[in-house]
T-cell receptor, first 115, second 114 residues
Framework: EPEVTQTPSHQVTQMGQEVILRCVPI?????FYWYRQILGQKVEFLVS????????KSEIFDDQFSVERPDGSNFTLKIRSTKLEDSAMYFC?????????????FGPGTRLTVT | GQQVMQIPQYQHVQEGEDFTTYCNSS?????IQWYKQRPGGHPVFLIQ?????EVKKQKRLTFQFGEAKKNSSLHITATQTTDVGTYFC???FGSGGSNYKLTFGKGTLLTVNP
């Protein structure tokens, strides 16, 4: 069964450093998303991406964040200057979004720890 | 903005007991989705409800969508230890109808005592 993959599974970085989280969505999906989940809390939407551009972003997704689909398979989230409060699990998701199917498929996540 | 409220926050049951989690939206939803997240895992899609009053079953799980399409419930009959996890409802919102983000409820953490 096709699945979303994410690398790395765990990233430790120092405050102020840049990190890039990588995702490979399901190959025939058209919509891509990043979510984050602070430990013990709910899943929060960050950004959605379609047709090589951002479709929606939340208030969390400020100028420190950017997304890119550098080739036909990868989807990346970059945090330019990490803060302590960026420590969370980051989930990538993708969806096909045809007329009847909107479910999103989540990857296993990258745990980001900012020290 | 649109919110999805979910209760209870926690539920501990004995194995074999039933479990229900409820989700309420401040506005009408085009559809509602349910996800399960095992401890240490990622959200996994369970079901999508679209029609007013819709009821769907998956083995011991029963999902309902309210008549006004503003609330939903997930009921598990005779819980098993494999049911442990956090159950999230999520409502989709679109910008121009061309893409979606999911707004998740806070989830209900189910623990099952064997």
């Amino acid at each position: 069964e096709p699945e979303v993959t994410q690398t790395p599974s765990h990233q430790v970085t120092q405050m102020g450093q840049e990190v890039i989280l990588r995702c490979v969505p399901i190959s025939n999906h058209l919509y891509f998303y990043w979510y984050r989940q602070i430990l013990g809390q709910k899943v929060e939407f960050l950004v959605s991406f379609y047709n090589n551009e951002i479709s929606e972003k939340s208030e969390i997704f400020d100028d420190q964040f950017s997304v890119e689909r550098p080739d036909g398979s990868n989807f990346t989230l970059k945090i330019r200057s990490t803060k302590l409060e960026d420590s969370a699990m980051y989930f990538c998701a993708s969806s096909l979004r045809d007329s009847s199917s909107y479910e999103q498929y989540f990857g296993p996540g990258t745990r980001l720890t900012v020290t | 903005g649109q919110q999805v409220m979910q209760i209870p926050q926690y539920q501990h049951v004995q194995e074999g007991e039933d479990f229900t989690t409820y989700c309420n939206s401040s506005t009408t939803l085009s559809n509602i989705q349910w996800y399960k997240q095992r401890p240490g895992g990622h959200p996994v899609f369970l079901i999508q409800l679209v029609k007013s009053g819709e009821v769907k079953k998956q083995k011991r799980l029963t999902f309902q969508f309210g008549e006004a399409k503003k609330n939903s419930s997930l009921h598990i009959t005779a819980t098993q230890t494999t049911d442990v996890g956090t159950y999230f409802c999520a409502g989709p919102f679109g910008s121009g109808g061309s893409n979606y983000k999911l707004t998740f409820g806070k989830g209900t953490l189910l623990t099952v005592n064997p």
